[in-house]
């Protein structure tokens, strides 16, 4: 999903509003909207409902989420999490968000409800969340990497969704971060389809990997190596990924994590070791998040790498 493409807009300016009067907030904002003109001017747009949780100081995650709708269109909830030391406050503003997706079209248009909590009221807010949920539609939540991933909120609302999608492993971060992913995903259990924008950010290095692979006569690939020093979260997976796909093609490589490789290396048949083709390609954070949103169910050759990602780590530990 580019950044570019048609404009979205409030269709009428933020309001706060008391958090039990959010509801009733909502439904007068959309008889305004009807009485301001045709009443098939406006189209109320709503396919599931979007939890965001970021850190208070987060400013572009409203911007964010307005972006979404112009492909996903959903009930979208940005909870602000502020201080857990400050006295208690619970602070919301509704809208929804437009666009028009060609001329003299009706608008489109999505939900938008922003939380701010601090102190104490972060301990009840999962009841609020659960409470504007709407019925019947899925519930996707969506977890800053700045926010402790063993919050209860975590573990609590995570539990209610059908997709929990994290941002825990990003591209600097040590392999030792997957070891936080994989607790979160034990203890979320069945309940939800859990990932990380990592994976998605990977998307550019397995593509690259399959045209050199489908392109470049040389001998099998027989092994792969990664250097113990410093091993990152995502060159573990980008090499347990080729792994896992070099034998689904009936390959038999064996990642292994040794002190002597510099990069992710693969041996070759003949004795040869070659470094693995890159690319690294920049993506907008929602164009990551939109693409994990076209994904309901559990990625088969996601969880495999994930499950090979899992027993490197503890061979090693």
Same mark, same amino acid.
């Given at each position: ?23 009733r907030e909502?439904e007068?904002?959309w008889r ?5 003109g ?33 492909a996903?269109?959903?009930r979208?909830?940005l ?5 857990p030391?400050a ?5 919301a503003?509704?809208?929804a968000?437009c666009?028009q ?5 009706p608008?489109?248009?999505?939900e938008?409800?922003?939380l ?6 972060l301990h009840h807010? %999962? ?5 504007l ?6 519930i996707?939540?969506?977890w800053?990497?700045a926010?402790?991933?063993?919050h209860?909120l975590l573990?609590q609302?995570?539990?209610? %969704?059908?997709r929990?999608?994290?941002d825990?492993?990003r591209?600097?971060?040590?392999a ?13 259990g !069945?309940?939800?389809v859990?990932?990380d ?7 550019p !290095? ?5 045209r050199?692979y489908?392109?470049?006569?040389r001998?099998?690939i027989r092994?792969?190596r990664?250097p113990a020093?410093g091993l ?5 997976l980008f090499?347990?990924w ?8 009936g ?14 290396e693969l041996?070759?048949a003949?004795?040869?070791?070659q ?5 690294q390609v ?6 990551l998040?939109?693409a ?5 169910? !559990?990625?088969p050759?996601?969880?495999s790498?994930l499950?090979l990602a899992?027993a !490197?780590?503890?061979r090693r530990a």
């Amino acid at each position: 999903m580019s950044e570019t493409g048609p404009a979205v807009y409030a269709l009428a300016d933020p309001c706060e509003v008391d958090v039990a009067a959010i509801e009733r907030e909502l439904e007068t904002l959309w008889r305004d909207a009807a009485k301001g003109g045709d009443t098939e001017s406006v189209t109320r747009a709503t396919a599931f409902n979007l939890v965001y949780v970021a850190p208070a100081a987060d400013d572009n995650a409203g911007n964010l989420l307005a972006r979404l709708t112009l492909a996903h269109p959903s009930r979208s909830i940005l909870l602000r999490m502020g201080d857990p030391a400050a006295p208690p406050t619970q602070t919301a503003w509704v809208t929804a968000y437009c666009h028009q997706p060609a001329p003299n079209a009706p608008q489109i248009c999505s939900e938008f409800i922003s939380l701010e909590v601090t102190g104490s009221g972060l301990h009840h807010i %999962a009841s609020t969340l659960l409470s504007l949920m709407l019925p019947g539609l899925p519930i996707v939540l969506i977890w800053d990497a700045a926010v402790d991933s063993a919050h209860p909120l975590l573990l609590q609302f995570g539990h209610s %969704a059908n997709r929990v999608i994290t941002d825990l492993i990003r591209p600097a971060s040590s392999a030792a971060a997957l070891r936080e992913f994989f607790s979160l995903r034990q203890l979320l259990g !069945r309940d939800a389809v859990c990932s990380d924008l990592c994976w998605t950010r990977l998307q550019p !290095r397995r593509v690259a990997f399959v045209r050199w692979y489908e392109s470049t006569s040389r001998p099998p690939i027989r092994g792969l190596r990664l250097p113990a020093s410093g091993l990152s979260a995502a060159d573990l997976l980008f090499a347990c990924w080729i792994e896992t796909t070099l034998h689904h093609h009936g390959g038999s490589p064996v990642c292994e994590i040794v002190a002597d490789a510099n990069t992710t290396e693969l041996l070759l048949a003949d004795g040869r070791v070659q470094a693995a083709p890159e690319a690294q390609v920049e993506r907008a954070m929602t164009d990551l998040i939109s693409a994990e949103l076209r994904v309901w169910g !559990r990625d088969p050759v996601m969880e495999s790498t994930l499950n090979l990602a899992r027993a !490197r780590l503890e061979r090693r530990a």
